[in-house]
Structure formats: structure tokens, C-alpha cells
């Protein structure tokens, strides 16, 4: 697997989130609307995104976006599911994690939500903490936000 640096401009970036947005709908779009979140996760203003590849072949992504002097907050992270369980995720969001502290900030925040156990798991296994809600997601109640320190 390759992992290259790029922004939210990045063509396979883009074709990643909408993947996401798709699996997202299907996994939890009978249980939340998830129009409300659209807002949020808006690509243009993105500066760091990592696509991976294997091959030729664009299998996942993520990105990184300044919320604050001290916060970063992970965004858009997805594998295609073919190639979840292999620890592609992990790598990933550390190679996220190592980014953001290249870039001085103090810590990562994230949303995400219990409907997405899988996501949880691959977040407290890299030592993220289940924090309050934070900004936009405050009065959220499907939302779980979580946080890791950056040292």
C-alpha cells in the first residue's frame, strides 16, 4: 500500500468522500438524517488529505483540518470495503496523527458516531477518548466526539 499527501482538491480524495457519503447512507442513513451533517464536511478548504493506494487503485483516504491554534480535527475517513480489516485505517489515521504534530498542533479531535463501531474501535485502539461535543456537533446526540492528545 501507498499512502501519498495531497489536499482536498486531489481527484481520488474527492471520489473517496463520496464513497464515504454513500456508505454512510447505508449503514446509518435510515436511523439519522444525515443532510445535516453536509456542512460540516465540506473538502475545499482542506490542506492535508492522504489517499491510499495499492496499485494504481485509490482504496481509501482521510484528511486534517485546522479547528484551532491547538485542535486539528480528523475528517472524511474511509476505506472501500473490500479492503477494511487489514489495518489500512490504523495506518492511516497515524500517519494523520504524525501530520498534525509535524504541524504543531496540540491535539486531534474528531465526530463520528456509536453506529460505527468499527470506526470507534480503530479510534480508542490508537488511544482516542471519548470527549464532550464539541462545536457544531454540541446538541447532536448521535454524534460521539472523541480526542487524543499530540505529543
Known amino acids: 500500500m501507498d499512502f501519498k499527501r495531497t489536499d482536498g482538491k486531489d481527484k481520488d480524495f474527492i471520489e ?5 457519503d454513500i456508505d454512510l447512507d447505508r449503514r446509518v442513513g435510515k436511523k439519522i438524517k444525515r443532510d445535516k451533517y453536509k456542512k460540516f464536511n465540506q473538502i ?5 488529505a492522504i489517499v491510499v493506494y495499492e496499485g494504481n487503485k485509490a482504496v481509501g483516504g482521510g484528511a486534517i483540518r485546522r479547528y484551532n491554534d491547538e485542535d486539528i480535527e480528523l475528517k472524511r ?16 489515521v497515524s ?4 501530520w498534525a504534530m509535524e504541524l504543531g498542533y496540540k491535539r486531534m479531535i474528531l465526530e463520528t458516531g456509536e453506529l460505527l463501531a468499527e470506526s470507534c474501535a480503530v479510534y480508542k485502539k490508537l488511544g482516542f477518548q471519548v470527549i ?5 456537533y454540541v ?11 499530540l505529543n
Open 77 to 92: 475517513v474511509f476505506v472501500h470495503a473490500e479492503y477494511q480489516g487489514q489495518g489500512i485505517g490504523s495506518k492511516l
Open 139 to 149: 446538541d447532536m446526540e448521535e454524534s460521539l466526539c472523541m480526542a487524543k492528545e
Open 44 to 48: 475545499d478548504e482542506i490542506q492535508q
Open 132 to 136: 464532550s461535543n464539541y462545536g457544531p
Open 16 to 20: 473517496n468522500c463520496r464513497l464515504l
Open 95 to 98: 500517519l494523520l496523527i504524525e
